[in-house]
């Protein structure tokens, strides 16, 4: 399992993905679940993927095959809405491939989910989520956030924080946070975590951090986000109803 999560803001966008592939009893793997497309001045793309690695690894290598043959691929698309419809075609196209090629064999989920966002110049940045099925929707000011993977323990975090004014600075800290509570409820998150921002009409990757084990801000954060919880938790009136 997986989790990353893509903010939309008025100061542009934020991606982060952990790394985390397997987390078996004697042995964890790690992979990047980040791609990023980047030609300075003229478009960023950063796709985050989650679910089955065999068909995301597939998806991003045909994506990327393509930006080298002679036909629309997510490095000429003239918006990020076609950027993700050819996102989702490939998705749609790897995953059928995958089960006709396993009928007959045991029962194996290849499905895949991805967060598209980006910018290409002439339009304002955009962020999409990709589904299995190939279709996708779009973020918007009432919905500035995707989640994809190990979602439900990071989310209300988000939800209390995160909309358009938001300023970065503070989306990083709460995209923290909401990893800090996933992978403490759910083994399968784990470091390190990848961090990309893309700053609005800058054309290109405007910042990019690995958080690891040695990460002294995560290590403060998580402690802090820690000490508050109890603190507020401990302040809070007990129901005045119980009677014991």
Not at 105 to 116: E, H, N, R, Y
Not at 225 to 230: E, F, H, Q
Request: net charge negative; hydrophobic share 45%.
């Amino acid at each position: 399992m997986t989790y990353c999560v893509a903010m939309m803001v008025d100061e542009g966008l934020l991606f982060a993905s952990d790394s985390r592939t397997n987390a078996g009893v004697d042995h964890v793997s790690t992979f990047s679940k980040m791609t990023v497309i980047e030609q300075p001045g003229e478009r960023v793309i950063v796709l985050l993927n989650a679910g089955n690695l065999a068909t995301t690894q597939t998806v991003v290598n045909t994506l990327r095959k393509k930006m080298h043959a002679d036909e629309v691929s997510i490095a000429s698309a003239s918006s990020m809405f076609d950027v993700a419809r050819l996102v989702g075609e490939a998705v749609r196209a790897v995953i059928n491939y995958h089960n006709g090629q396993s009928q007959g064999s045991a029962k194996v989920d290849f499905g895949c989910t991805f967060l598209v966002g980006g910018q290409i110049a002439g339009e304002a940045p955009r962020l999409f989520l990709v589904y299995p099925e190939g279709n996708f929707i779009e973020a918007n000011t009432d919905t500035c956030f995707f989640q994809i993977g190990e979602s439900k323990y990071g989310k209300p975090i988000i939800d209390r924080v995160i909309g358009p004014q938001t300023h970065m600075d503070e989306a990083i800290k709460c995209a923290l946070v909401s990893f800090d509570s996933t992978m403490r409820s759910n083994l399968s998150v784990g470091l390190p975590l990848d961090i990309a921002l893309v700053a609005r009409d800058a054309l290109r990757i405007g910042f990019r951090h690995r958080v690891d084990v040695d990460d002294e801000y995560f290590a403060s954060l998580r402690n802090g986000w820690g000490v508050g919880l109890r603190k507020v938790f401990n302040e809070l009136p007990a129901p005045g109803w119980l009677k014991i």
